[in-house]
T-cell receptor, first 113, second 120 residues
Framework: NAGVTQTPKFQVLKTGQSMTLQCAQDMNHEYMSWYRQDPGMGLRLIHY???????DQGEVPNGYNVSRSTTEDFPLRLLSAAPSQTSVYFCASSYAGLNSPLHFGNGTRLTVT | AQTVTQSQPEMSVQEAETVTLSCTYD???????LFWYKQPPSRQMILVIR??????QNATENRFSVNFQKAAKSFSLKISDSQLGDTAMYFC?????????????????FGKGTKLSVKP
C-alpha cells in the first residue's frame, strides 16, 4: 500500500517557468490538500478538494492552480514560478469523516531561482 | 479566524528525561480537534497524538501525552523518557469540526513548530 505519493522529490525552476507537482493516493480518500512549508512558518494550506471535480482555496492560493479529475490524483500547478514559491510542498489526504487522520506524502522541495 | 501559537522555537532535553512542548490556540468554536505532528529530518509528517475537544480526558499514546485545558485554550505535549529518535520538529495543529468549509474538515491550521533536540 503506497499511501500518498508525491513526485518529484526535488525540483529547481527558473523564474517564469511552469511545472506540475504530482500527488496520488491509493486509499480511496475523498479529501486531498496541498500545503507549503516555509522556515519559521509551519505548514499553510494552499488548495484542497473534498472529491473529484470539487476544489477550493486555502490560506495561500495565489500563484497555484489545482484540479481533481479523479479520486486518486490531485496535481498542483505553478503557471509562472516566482522565487517566493521556493518552499517544501506537502500533499495530504484523508477520508471525509472527522475521525480520519491526514496522511501526508513525503514532500517536494522546490527551488525557484 | 483560528490561530495556533507555539511559543518555544527550540528546546532541548537529556535522554530519558521528560519535556513539555507548549501550544495555545484561539477559536470561537466549541467543537474541534487538536493534533501534534512530528517531523524528523527525513521531512515526513507523522501524527503523534490527537485530542477531541469534547473529550475531557487527556489523550495518551505510549510515552506521549497531552494536557488539554479547553478553557485556557492550551494543548501541551509531554514526552516522557525522551529518546534520541524523538529529535524532530513538532507541530501543533487545529482542525475545525464544523462543516463550514464545505465538508473539508481535514483543513489543518498549524503552529510554527518547536525544534526539539534530545541529547545523549
Amino acid at each position: 500500500n503506497a499511501g500518498v505519493t508525491q513526485t518529484p522529490k526535488f525540483q529547481v525552476l527558473k523564474t517564469g517557468q511552469s511545472m506540475t507537482l504530482q500527488c496520488a493516493q491509493d486509499m480511496n480518500h475523498e479529501y486531498m490538500s496541498w500545503y507549503r512549508q516555509d522556515p519559521g512558518m509551519g505548514l499553510r494550506l494552499i488548495h484542497y478538494s473534498v472529491g473529484a471535480g470539487i476544489t477550493d482555496q486555502g490560506e495561500v492560493p495565489n500563484g497555484y492552480n489545482v484540479s481533481r479529475s479523479t479520486t486518486e490524483d490531485f496535481p498542483l500547478r505553478l503557471l509562472s514560478a516566482a522565487p517566493s514559491q521556493t518552499s517544501v510542498y506537502f500533499c495530504a489526504s484523508s477520508y471525509a469523516g472527522l475521525n480520519s487522520p491526514l496522511h501526508f506524502g513525503n514532500g517536494t522541495r522546490l527551488t525557484v531561482t | 479566524a483560528q490561530t495556533v501559537t507555539q511559543s518555544q522555537p527550540e528546546m532541548s532535553v537529556q535522554e530519558a528525561e521528560t519535556v513539555t512542548l507548549s501550544c495555545t490556540y484561539d477559536t470561537s468554536e466549541n467543537n474541534y480537534y487538536l493534533f501534534w505532528y512530528k517531523q524528523p529530518p527525513s521531512r515526513q509528517m507523522i501524527l503523534v497524538i490527537r485530542q477531541e475537544a469534547y473529550k475531557q480526558q487527556n489523550a495518551t499514546e505510549n510515552r506521549f501525552s497531552v494536557n488539554f485545558q479547553k478553557a485556557a485554550k492550551s494543548f501541551s505535549l509531554k514526552i516522557s523518557d525522551s529518546q534520541l529518535g524523538d529529535t524532530a520538529m513538532y507541530f501543533c495543529a487545529f482542525m475545525n469540526s464544523l462543516a463550514n468549509y464545505g465538508g473539508s474538515q481535514g483543513n489543518l491550521i498549524f503552529g510554527k513548530g518547536t525544534k526539539l533536540s534530545v541529547k545523549p
